[in-house]
T-cell receptor, first 113, second 114 residues
């Protein structure tokens, strides 16, 4: 039962352009959503999060949008840089699951110089 | 370095052997999580602790798996009678209870079961 889905395994973007990574979830009880970035041979690192009471959170070049009615969130990176090339995981927690965190399968982002 | 550390980084074992992994969280973090990650997948929740109490355990965690956090500091994950299907990256993460679930991950322990 995949409660958090990232349907695009990979995405390629030109440097300077916008990267948009998408994530869908099925459990309407989730109330906190996070994005993590992972480089090879390292553990995931926290990037940005959003509470279900908000629909947008911005941190520098990174913005997360939440559409609760569609059970969809997205991560926008503007402008994209070659150093952003990594695997991005969407994650969700809350509701009856408490602090248990469910991760998507990840999207590999390639930013071309 | 005050990050999350895991030991060993790599472990190769034969099927049927027992293995134990250690995780040292960030010192002031009272929550500690264990995940398993296989190729092409995201981290899969195994269990988590608040201080020394194990608050949740995934139903995917068979009785061959056990985790402890005896003094609310470091944690160990033991796998008994390893199987080839246990081959994966085992990740540990920690967080503060006042920050809603922003977890800091260690580098992981890669287990290969021959």
């Amino acid at each position: 039962d995949q409660q958090v889905k990232q349907n695009s395994p990979s995405l390629s973007v030109q440097e300077g352009r916008i990267s948009i990574l998408n994530c869908d979830y099925t459990n309407s009880m989730f109330d906190y959503f996070l994005w993590y970035k992972k480089y090879p041979a390292e553990g995931p690192t926290f990037l940005i999060s959003i509470s279900s009471i908000k629909d947008k959170n911005e941190d520098g070049r990174f913005t997360v949008f939440l559409n609760k009615s569609a059970k969809h969130l997205s991560l926008h990176i503007v402008p994209s840089q070659p150093g952003d090339s990594a695997v991005y995981f969407c994650a969700a927690s809350g509701g009856t699951g408490g602090f248990k965190t469910i991760f998507g399968a990840g999207t590999r982002l390639f930013v071309k110089a | 370095d005050t990050g999350v550390s895991q030991d060993p980084r790599h472990k190769i074992t034969k099927r049927g052997q027992n293995v134990t992994f250690r995780c040292d969280p960030i010192s002031e973090h009272n929550r500690l999580y264990w995940y398993r990650q296989t190729l092409g997948q995201g981290p899969e929740f195994l269990t988590y602790f608040q201080n020394e109490a194990q608050l949740e355990k995934s139903r995917l965690l068979s009785d061959r798996f056990s985790a402890e956090r005896p003094k609310g500091s470091f944690s160990t994950l033991e796998i008994q009678r390893t199987e080839q299907g246990d081959s994966a990256m085992y990740l540990c993460a920690s967080s503060l209870s006042r920050t809603y679930n922003e977890q800091f991950f260690g580098p992981g322990t890669r287990l290969t079961v021959l």
